[in-house]
C-alpha cells in the first residue's frame, strides 16, 4: 500500500468458494493491518496462505467474551484491525455486529469494503425480481417455526431472500409450499464453486428433484414475491341503485368511482341507463 492505513476497524468481505474473489483493496487492507479478528483461525489462515499473507489472527465468533471484544477494541482503537468471517461479508448471518457497534459508539472509525455475499449472488442468478427484496438470514430449524417465519414475512411485497443448510432444504422447501404456495422459488448452491447450481420452479417440482438427488453444500433460497391482489368483484349495478336511492346519477356515479376505483363517466352511463 501507497500510505498506513489508519487506526480503525475494517470489515474486510471474503471469498464465498472462489479464492479469485477477493479484492485487490481487500488484499491491501489485510496485508496492512495489525491483526485480523476471524471466525475460525485455520480457515483465514488458509486464505491468507494462498495470498501469500503473514498476520496474526484473533478468534472472534458468536461465542466470543466481553474480554475478547474489548481487547479487538483496544487494538483497532491503536492501529488498524480487520473483521472478516470464514466466507463472505461480516455481519450478513455472520458474527461482528456487536464488535461494529461499539466501535462506532465509542468513535472508532469503521470502514467496510464490499465483496462477496451469497445473498446477493443468488438474487442476481435466479430470474426472480430483484428490485425489492428482504434479506431474513437463516429459516428457524424446527418446522413450527419455520413455517411462522414464513408466515410473518407473507405478505411483503418484495423478493424473501433466506440461508439453509443441505439437509434441511427440502424440510425448507415443503414449508414454502404449504405457507406460501404457488411462488415460484429458487435454490442457488454451491455458489463460485465447481458445482454452482442455481435451480428454479415451484417448491413442489424442488422437493422431487432434490428427492432423487440430495443436495451438498451452502445453499440461498429466493422465494418470489406475492402476487398482485386480483381487483374486487364489485356488483356495480346494485352498489349503483343504492347510491340513486338518495342522490342524482352523477352524484351516485361519483360515490361509486370512489368507493371501487371505476371510471366515472361509465359509471355515470350506467346510473343513467338504470334510472
Not at 438427488?213 to 414475491?225: N, S
Not at 391482489?229 to 364489485?234: K, L, R, V
Request: hydrophobic share 45%.
Amino acid at each position: 500500500m501507497d500510505t498506513a492505513l489508519a487506526p480503525g476497524l475494517y470489515i474486510v468481505a471474503t471469498p464465498i468458494g472462489n479464492l479469485g474473489d477477493i479484492t485487490l483493496r481487500a488484499v491491501e487492507t489485510l496485508r496492512g493491518v495489525s491483526a485480523i479478528a476471524c471466525e475460525d483461525t485455520r480457515v483465514t489462515g488458509k486464505l491468507l496462505h494462498h495470498l501469500g499473507i503473514k498476520q496474526r489472527l484473533v478468534r472472534y465468533d458468536d461465542h466470543a467474551s466481553e474480554e475478547t471484544r474489548e481487547y479487538l477494541l483496544r487494538l483497532a482503537g491503536e492501529g488498524p484491525l480487520a473483521l472478516v468471517s470464514d466466507a463472505g461479508t461480516p455481519l450478513i448471518s455472520d458474527p461482528g455486529f456487536k464488535l461494529v457497534r461499539m466501535a462506532r459508539e465509542r468513535g472508532i472509525a469503521v470502514t467496510s469494503l464490499p465483496g462477496a455475499s451469497a445473498a446477493i449472488m443468488a438474487i442476481t442468478l435466479s430470474g426472480i425480481p430483484s428490485d425489492r427484496f428482504l434479506f431474513a438470514g437463516f429459516l428457524p430449524s424446527k418446522d413450527k417455526a419455520r413455517r411462522d417465519a414464513l408466515a410473518e414475512l407473507a405478505s411483503v411485497p418484495a423478493t424473501l431472500v433466506f440461508y439453509e443448510t443441505s439437509p434441511r432444504l427440502t424440510d425448507a422447501l415443503a414449508a414454502i409450499d404449504d405457507v406460501l404456495p404457488g411462488r415460484e422459488v429458487a435454490v442457488a448452491r454451491e455458489l463460485t464453486k465447481k458445482f454452482e447450481e442455481c435451480r428454479s420452479g415451484t417448491a413442489q417440482d424442488l422437493i422431487a428433484h432434490y428427492t432423487a438427488h440430495p443436495p451438498k453444500g451452502e445453499i440461498a433460497l429466493v422465494i418470489a414475491p406475492p402476487l398482485p391482489a386480483e381487483p374486487e368483484d364489485h356488483d356495480i349495478d346494485a352498489m349503483l341503485r343504492e347510491a340513486l336511492a338518495g342522490a342524482k346519477a352523477s352524484q351516485a356515479a361519483g360515490q361509486v368511482a370512489k368507493a371501487t376505483g371505476l371510471d366515472r363517466k361509465m359509471l355515470y352511463a350506467r346510473a343513467m341507463e338504470l334510472k
